[in-house]
């Protein structure tokens, strides 16, 4: 199970929209070894694509050093989908190379960039397979 603050998830879904109608990506890091999602990191989607996503290399280098630096590991992996379910497709499956991450996605599809309903979901992604997992929202 995904637990999130509150603060967490709205900062992921304001993303989101705010890239609609390119997908939206980044990164939530936490101390390693806890699980504890706690520091936002939005990326810039290098593709600058609606239907894709990529983190730009040199950043994703960056933070990954960053990220030693602080001691922490990325906890979360999010990304947006702007026409379709909220739901691993097969190149998200492909590119999900952090077996102890959670991959939340967010479908942006029914609300572009305004307010409106969205969904919020999130997955393990090991080896290829997909499992959904509970999302708990907690104060914060």
């Known amino acids: 199970m995904l637990t999130i603050t509150q603060v967490l998830h709205d900062q992921i879904v304001a993303h989101a929209r705010a890239d609609h109608p390119d ?15 706690e520091r936002f ?19 994703l280098l960056k933070l990954y050093r960053e990220m030693d630096d602080r001691d922490e590991e990325p906890v979360v992996i999010y990304h947006s989908h702007t026409a379709t379910e909220a739901y691993p497709s ?14 939340v996605l967010v479908s942006t599809a029914d609300c572009g960039n305004g307010e409106g309903p969205f969904q919020f979901r999130s997955f393990r992604i090991v ?14």
């Open 23 to 37: 997908e939206a990506c980044g990164v939530i890091a936490g101390p390693a070894g806890s699980g504890r999602p």
């Open 41 to 59: 990191i939005p990326m810039l989607n290098a593709a600058r694509s609606p239907t894709f996503y990529e983190f730009d290399s040199t950043d």
């Open 90 to 103: 097969r190149t998200d499956i492909s590119y999900a190379n952090e077996p102890g991450a959670h991959y």
């Open 127 to 140: 080896d290829g397979e997909v499992t959904e997992e509970e999302v708990e929202i907690i104060p914060g």
